[in-house]
């Protein structure tokens, strides 16, 4: 059975189409990646699945419930982390763990100990005194000590430092080596590729791909600088490459990811003295799928 | 001081709004009692008369000023709003100083200013500065409307002065305070317990012994005497060196402290929520609870400032028979007529508590802070219930403090203990009225959301014009039917009935119960 199932949802806002007939399928226990640029409805989408936003049109089951009728019972199957924080200034972030732990039906009091002492919180602190990150934690520390069976994360590293961003992930992983569901909203491919089994891509409320990340494998592309101890030679002719500029002894081109072992094989035999490979963007990956056609 | 002039026009204007509304309502405020004060006392022996009932009610004396002030017309209006008017000037200043100090700097505005070519006092100074010029303003618009309403003009140079002064003094002394703590909810904490210090002092020092009045800037400001035979202008000069004073030591602790930091550590809170926290209700308590704090402690004190009129209010009344038209019943019952104008007061007061309790729901929802909550097992209607559920009980709890303040100070000067109680009913007669504005509030949470602040403010402000000038502006009777206070008796001027006071209190369930129907049906955040 699936955690979440969406077909056709559509919600608008006054004049404003926020979502167009997306779609969206999440297995039961797998990590899935809901990808799209910022303003193309991922946090729209999520607040339908919690019952706060009523469709305008469509079919959305989540737990194999109607998420708008049955919020309450749903709720407690379930923990959110909002992509913006927001919590109560006077209220320490121990206090607001331990309230939404509760609201949500119990909380266990030791990994949340565990789990503050992991992302290095000091629970006696008042909100106010929170930087965006720390009120990010005080969300996912209440959500990820509790039992709920799907976490619905919104962008939920946006504030966070690498060292907090892999803790993060290896929470993650434990979530799924426990069998529970995770959809993951974000707009960073990597955060995404490192945790996720499937992905679905959404843009302007609609979905344009969704699968395994092998099946999106196409998609992706890698932005290449190197400077080499030989001049760089037949390197613009291997499949896959695009964009090349060659300048003596330095070179920088995007291969597609099938392209990347004739590349490197090629540059081997050039000495390699520095490259820098950078995953490229959603942003970029867009525009290059789907160009502008439809965006007004 | 490096960008000191360019800081303090951001800052105008980002106050223009506001600050318009401060120094106008200061002008209004002083206009109203001037106009007033000179139709009721114009005449030496109408206001030998005053002198007469007030020099000898202690309560009066606490609440507005030295009697020796009631000598002359101008005088009697510095008697009777000066002390509340320096309130006023001393809260803008608060907040202005608090705003563009700590405030700034909180919030990490200040950081992204600082980090341009501008010196570390640039911010306070420039902060001193937009609250000086708008204590000149204050004090230009005293000084016109003074000499506009006939009083005379070295008089109301000095009133004005001394009210500038006293902002003087507490914007600076928000400088201090500024440096020291490291919110700006603990500055306006400070500096809002000196000004109710200040305001407590010169009560009992009037009331008592001078030498407290002595301590407080509202008492040097006025024991100016500015309309009398020894006005003083010294004082003044008092206010603008401990003015002086203050702002260096503010400077001092500015330039041995860092960014951000204040000179006392803010408390670290509770580590685990108590037992009380595990509810969207008891969330909703914690939320509300200094508001429903102060509401009932300051409508508790008016009712006992009230009160303690109450057993001069005959004598008063046959010395001013105009003030009669006011109350409803005319010139009999004067007490009675007296103790429901002033209870149905209490009452609008405990509607706008409910009504703006009620409102802070949709703030909530606004800011994001429904989603969280909502996306737990917590409903809808457990929700809104719980912020509709302190607004009805904490206005309740309002009415009772001013019932129960009237009748404690009526009783005591009238010697008879069971007032308290009764006036505590009486003031109980009222409570199906308070609920029903507030039940206006909530309809429109659940329907009009966006449209719900308005239509909880318009009921409030229609039922205060319905009850306080429906007679005096003569409006026809059908335009008064839709106030709920129309439809209860006007305890204990009139017989409390058991019907209306149900019925009024159906029209409440019904538009509450209305009002969480709505909620369940609308999208939530926008």
Known sequence: MSAIAISGLTKTFGRTTALDGLDLTVREGEVHG???????????????????????????????????????????????????????????????????????????????????????????????AYSKGNRQKVALVAALASDAELLLLDEPTSGLDPLMESEFQRCVRQVKQDGRTVLLSSHILAEVEALCDRVSIIRLGRTVESGTLRELRHLTRTSIAVETARPVTGLADLPGVHDAVFEDHRARFDVDSQGLEPVMQRLATLGVRSITSTPPTLEEMFLRHYGDEDRS | MTGTGTLLGFSLRRERIGLPLWIGGTGLLFLIQSVQSQNLYGTAEELAALRGTLGGNTAVIAMSGPVELLDSIGGE????????????????????????????????????????????????????????????????????????????????LLVAAALGGIG??????????????????????????????????????????????????????????????????????????????????????????????????????????????????????????????????????????????????????????????????????????????????????????????ALRARAEETAGRAEPLLATAVSRRAWLGSHLGVALAGSALVLIAAGFGEGLSYGLTVGDSGQAVRMTGVALAYLPAVWAVVAVAALSLGWWAKAAAVAGWVAVGYCAVVELFADSFGLPEWLLQASPFVHVPEAPLEPVTAAPLLAVCAVAVVLVVAGLAGFRRRDVGY
């Open chain 2, 77 to 156: 209006i510095v008697f009777e709003i000066f002390a509340f008017a320096a309130i006023i000037v001393a809260l803008m200043n608060m907040f202005l100083v608090g705003r563009h100090t700590r405030g700034d700097e909180e919030t990490g505005r200040a950081e992204l200013i600082r980090s341009a070519r501008v010196g570390r006092r640039a911010p306070v100074f420039a902060a001193l500065a937009l609250a000086a010029l708008a204590d000149l303003a204050v004090a230009v618009a005293i000084f016109a409307v003074a000499v506009g309403t006939g009083l005379p003009a070295g008089g109301s």
């Open chain 1, 34 to 128: 809901f990808l799209g640029p910022n303003g193309s409805g991922k946090t729209t989408t999520i607040r339908v699945l919690l019952g706060l936003l009523r469709a305008d049109a469509g079919e959305v089951r989540l737990l194999g419930g109607d998420p708008w009728a049955d919020a309450v019972a749903l709720h407690r199957r379930l923990a959110y982390v909002p992509g913006d924080v927001i919590l109560w200034p006077g209220i320490t972030g121990g206090e607001v763990i331990d309230l939404l732990g509760r609201l949500r039906g119990g909380l266990d009091r030791k990994r949340r100990d565990e789990l503050l002492d992991r992302f290095d919180l000091d629970p006696s602190k008042k909100a106010r």
């Open chain 2, 168 to 357: 003087l003094v507490f914007a600076a002394l928000t400088a201090v305070a500024a440096q020291v703590f490291e919110h700006a909810r603990g500055v306006y904490g400070a500096v809002g317990l000196a000004i109710g210090a200040a305001y407590m002092l010169r009560a009992a020092g009037d009331a008592g012994n001078p030498a407290l009045s002595w301590a407080s800037p509202i008492g040097w400001g006025q024991r100016t005497f500015p309309y009398g035979g020894q006005q003083r202008w010294w004082p003044v000069l008092v206010m603008a060196g401990v003015a002086l004073a203050l702002v260096g030591v503010a400077l001092l602790a500015l330039d041995r402290r860092d960014f951000g930091a204040g000179l006392v550590r803010s408390r670290p809170g509770r580590p685990r929520a108590s037992w009380a926290l595990g509810s969207a209700a008891g969330l909703a308590w914690r939320l509300h609870r200094g508001a429903v704090i102060g509401w009932v402690l300051g409508v508790g004190m008016l009712g006992v400032a009230y009160g303690s009129l109450g057993d001069s209010i005959e004598q008063y009344i046959l010395d001013n028979p105009e003030v009669a038209e006011f109350l409803p019943g005319g010139a009999a019952d004067v007490v009675d007529a007296y103790l429901a104008l002033t209870i149905t007061m209490g009452a609008l007061l405990a509607a706008a508590f409910g009504v703006a309790a």
